[in-house]
């Protein structure tokens, strides 16, 4: 998929759950670690945590065996009494770094649950601090690539090359460790995370692919989750390629609602009064740029991996800087669309790309005739979803050549010892579409939905959302469930700042978006 930062995890066999009434100091006392040594961490950007590493099997089936190293981040508790244990947290991906979402998630909890809770992140297997970290092709997203669109036998058969160069540059470096790169290692090292911190209980927050972690943790370890929270959900029956399918549809919605919000303010941006007109500009910008790439960096490619945060999210500043940048472009002026290139849509770590395809590719198999992918690609294009379709089909592509063996499909949820999980999904999410939310609503029995009506983020939680936020603080403190599919309303689009305004958008900072699950 699109780099969803989110996907699955599974638990194991324990004691039965214990009530969601709140524990008490005494009844949950803070367990010493019995496999960690936590230090200040060394790095800036996780000021304020503590780090530390844990040992676990490359193989879990063959625990002696070589063993890997897993990076943790703590925020720890600010109280002294009423602890509840260990909150694990993962911001999905495959490949997505999560010690620094340990302080994104704690610095934006209520007092109560920072009194309560330890956040705990951690690097999975293969990614950013975690040993070893994979990289494959360090220059594989340096600009400019083929043109994403094979209108051409040529264009395709290059992107086919460069796809099965990827898949044996990995092979050829980690063939020892590709066949243990699946979802269910990634949930195995998140019950040996659990056992290290002395927690009889997993509580754990997961979004986008993190959500595919924490449903097969809580389908394998049903008796070791506490409480569990998934936001933006993956939907278990479609992973991986029938899930990236489903993502072209939903992200085409997206980028339309951009150009409709364009157009409403055309005044400013000047790029067409209508929904087409905008849309009709953009493909024809991406035509011009893929004939001369602005400044030898922006292609037709680089334009459109600029452009797909805006399917991920739709508040805050990220669509007045992409509307204002194409405005500019337009006006002659290339630097604000490189920087939101640079800013939105470059690839300068291959880390990430590396471990998505190592988890996606073995979790199951894809289909190895790439008429298939041909076939089924071609037509979505053909119906109108030209926007993301051959991107997510080439950046999954690797996955037709991969060359560790996949493993089985998990049967996600259908297990009664799993308490009531707390879902979260909005209706227009293109990275986790709403069918999703849905079935992870079906399979994991006593779970409850909560929808955000006509939300185009990815990712609700801790955005301010009240509605959302208030039932995913008080599950933390309380074990409280709101009713099944209740709902709150989305935010508020964006408003776009004056003319002026616009043009210093250039200079904002954004923080990271996850990217294709």
Request: neutral net charge; glycine residues 10%.
């Amino acid at each position: 998929m699109n780099k969803l930062v989110i996907t699955s995890a599974a638990a194991g066999a324990g004691l039965v759950a214990l009530s969601l009434a709140p524990l008490t100091a005494q009844a949950h006392p803070a367990q010493p670690a019995t496999g960690l040594t936590w230090s200040p961490c060394a790095e800036e950007s996780l000021s304020g945590l503590e780090c530390a590493t844990l040992k676990v099997p490359l193989d879990h089936a063959v625990p002696r065996g070589p063993q890997i190293t897993l990076a943790l981040s703590r925020a720890r508790h600010t109280g002294t009494t009423g602890y509840q244990g260990a909150l694990l947290v993962n911001p999905g991906g495959p490949g997505g770094a999560g010690r620094d979402f340990a302080l994104r998630v704690a610095s934006r909890l209520p007092a109560a649950l920072k009194a309560a809770y330890d956040v705990v992140g951690f690097d999975p297997r293969g990614v950013g601090a975690s040993s070893p970290a994979l990289s494959c092709d360090t220059g594989y997203f340096k600009p400019v690539r083929p043109d994403y669109v094979p209108r051409t036998a040529s264009i395709e058969t290059a992107w086919l090359r460069r796809s099965a160069g990827y898949a044996a540059a990995c092979g050829q470096k980690y063939r020892s460790v590709l066949p243990h790169m699946r979802t269910i290692d990634t949930v195995q090292d998140m019950d040996a995370i659990r056992t290290a911190l002395g927690e009889r209980q997993l509580n754990y927050f997961g979004a986008s692919y993190g959500t595919y972690l924490g449903a097969v943790y809580g389908t394998l370890f049903p008796t070791r989750v506490r409480r569990m929270v998934l936001d933006s959900n993956v939907r278990p029956s479609g992973v991986w390629y029938d899930d990236n399918i489903d993502q072209d549809r939903a992200f085409e919605g997206n980028i339309d609602a951009l150009f409709a919000w364009i157009a409403k303010y055309d005044a400013i941006y000047h790029l067409g009064a209508t929904q087409r007109e905008v849309r009709d500009y953009y493909f024809a910008t991406r035509e011009k740029l893929g004939a001369a790439p602005a400044e030898g960096i922006v292609g037709a490619d680089e334009l459109d991996d600029a452009f797909l945060v805006a399917g991920y999210i739709d508040l805050g500043s990220y669509w007045p800087h992409l509307a204002s940048a194409l405005a500019r472009y337009k006006a002659g002026d290339t630097a604000p669309l490189i920087n939101a290139y640079r800013t939105f849509g470059e690839t300068t770590d291959d880390n990430g790309y590396a471990v998505y395809n190592a988890v996606q590719c073995t979790d199951m198999a894809w289909p190895r005739d790439w008429a298939r992918w041909r076939q089924d690609n071609r037509r979505l294009y053909a119906q109108g979803y030209r926007f993301e379709t051959w991107g997510n089909a080439w950046y999954n592509a690797p996955c037709a050549f991969w060359p560790a063996r996949a493993g089985r499909p998990i049967d996600v949820g259908g297990v009664s010892a799993l308490p009531p999980v707390l879902l979260f999904q909005a209706t227009a999410d293109a990275a986790t579409p709403y069918a999703g939310g849905l079935e992870m609503n079906r399979r994991l029995k006593g779970s409850r939905l909560v929808i955000e009506d006509g939300g185009r983020t990815h990712g609700v939680v801790e955005r301010g959302n009240a509605c959302v936020d208030d039932k995913f603080a008080a599950f933390l403190a309380t074990g409280a469930l709101p009713a099944n599919r209740s709902h709150c309303a989305r935010l508020p689009e964006p408003v776009p700042p004056s003319t002026v305004a616009a043009r210093e958008l250039t200079t904002d900072r954004f923080p990271p978006v996850l990217r294709r699950p």
